[in-house]
């Protein structure tokens, strides 16, 4: 297969690049890119966004007039490409770019201007890089109030949690029990693709390299999803309740519910290792967003699971509007988050973030913890998790719910796997499974609470 130039591809990524500029995130941008092209798009967009503080302190460098705003995403993405170490040959780099912009009526007339700046770039290299390096916001590639509140609150690990947000998070499957085991499923993979894996955890595997899901065995009939391994923890934590355990010995039904539950991989879990335990369970799949909840259907249907859960398109902080009144045995409250432990999958959280997020998000958090509790049987429990590394929206937010609620109690030391405590997942070791010796890098920086409320007297 010929590769696409780089010149077809560069208007998609700077596309992409201004609408991360304008406050928006790249999935919207990358679903309206050409198929044949989005894999290559994302990956350059993403190498974009990895340089994006770097880009923004050279490019003012590099001539002295002034570059409109779209002449500006140009040249950033232009810049970003030709850091060290980079993807093409520097030279190659700088055609292209011109190249592209040669094909755009509005970029046209200016293509010599870039030619000029990129080739000043590649021959003062090293004293533009040096000139700009030593501002911690582009060192580091994250904006100041989020270094500064790492370092705060992460002072022994705070650099090595931001060098770790600028690598690519590998990929990360989730093997359906009801079809394979995580060894038999790892054998099968190799056999049909030629992929090499490790087991993380009891149904975890982390591949060498990504691959499309068209080419995983199995994918389309359910035997396989992709899910990083820090959210695979949640099934695990709400399973080993003691009153889920005594309900499954006595064969009583089981009420399940998923608050912030799309696109939906945690409800499938939830499933899956039920139908594993046989358990006679009824899951509720909670999502605010329409558009998000079809994303919770489409998985559920795609793993054969749709029969066992209800999806339902409510406000989880108004339970009046969709409660019916029973008591759930369990709740997994995946909260709406600042997303700051999984900025290895989508490099462009930090800059789409602002200061004053974490606080709101913090407060809706707290509603959604507030507004479910009582929705929780007697000896039930709530397994409470953000993809986010900030203590505002961890273990601060558990401090504060544990004073508030006086029948709430701990099952658990709080759970921090993610690459916030390198090499190390902490909690109790009763809840957690075997994850293998692979774990730091199959974790994003997660954050779970186990609580169990107080049986009635």
Request: charged share 20%.
């Amino acid at each position: 297969m010929t590769p696409t130039p780089l010149s077809e591809q560069f208007p998609w990524v700077a596309q992409t690049i201004q609408a991360v500029g304008n406050g928006r995130n790249t999935d919207a941008v990358l679903a309206k890119t050409p198929s044949a092209l989005r894999g290559g798009v994302q990956a350059l967009a993403f190498h974009v966004l990895r340089q994006w503080a770097w880009a923004h302190a050279v490019v003012p460098r590099l001539a002295s007039k002034k570059p409109d705003a779209e002449l500006k995403v140009w040249l950033v993405c232009g810049v970003a490409l030709l850091r060290e170490p980079r993807r093409y040959d520097p030279h190659t780099v700088v055609d292209q770019v011109v190249q592209a912009c040669k094909q755009n009526h509005r970029l046209k007339a200016k293509a010599p201007f870039v030619n000029a700046c990129l080739r000043r770039l590649v021959r003062e290299y090293d004293a533009l890089d040096q000139a700009v390096c030593n501002e911690p916001e582009v060192r580091f590639n994250h904006p100041t109030w989020w270094i500064e509140k790492l370092q705060a609150q992460y002072p022994d690990h705070w650099e090595e949690a931001l060098h770790c947000n600028q690598t690519a998070a590998p990929m990360v499957l989730r093997v359906n029990p009801a079809h394979h085991s995580a060894q038999s499923y790892q054998a099968l993979l190799l056999s049909e693709t030629a992929v090499q894996s490790v087991t993380v955890g009891p149904h975890g595997l982390l591949l060498a390299k990504p691959l499309p899901v068209t080419q995983l065995p199995g994918f389309g009939a359910g035997h396989v999803s992709v899910q990083d391994a820090s959210p695979q923890l949640a099934a695990a934590l709400v399973w080993q309740s003691p009153l889920l355990r005594e309900k499954v010995a006595a064969s009583a039904p089981v009420a399940l519910l998923d608050a912030c539950a799309a696109p939906g991989g945690k409800t499938a879990h939830l499933l899956e290792m039920g139908q594993r335990i046989k358990a006679d369970q009824r899951v509720t799949a909670l999502e605010l967003s329409p558009k998000r909840a079809v994303r919770i259907t489409d998985t559920l249907t795609r793993l054969n699971l749709a029969a066992f859960a209800d999806v339902v398109v409510a406000d989880g902080k108004h339970t009046a509007g969709w409660w019916a009144g029973k008591p759930f045995d369990a709740i997994l409250l995946d909260a709406p988050c600042t997303a700051s432990g999984i900025v290895r999958r989508h490099p462009d959280v930090p800059w789409l973030r602002r200061a004053a997020d974490v606080a709101q998000l913090a407060q809706d958090q707290q509603q959604l913890l507030s507004a479910l509790w009582p929705l929780l049987a007697p000896g039930g429990r709530l397994v409470y998790c953000t993809c986010s590394s900030f203590k505002e929206e961890g273990a601060w937010q558990i401090d504060a719910f544990l004073n508030a609620q006086p029948d709430a109690m701990t099952a658990s030391d709080l759970v921090a796997p993610g690459h916030i405590l390198p090499g190390n997942v902490s909690g109790n070791p009763n809840l957690l499974p075997d994850l293998g010796e692979n774990a730091f890098m199959a974790f994003d920086g997660f954050f779970y609470a186990v609580l169990d409320k107080r049986a009635a007297s």
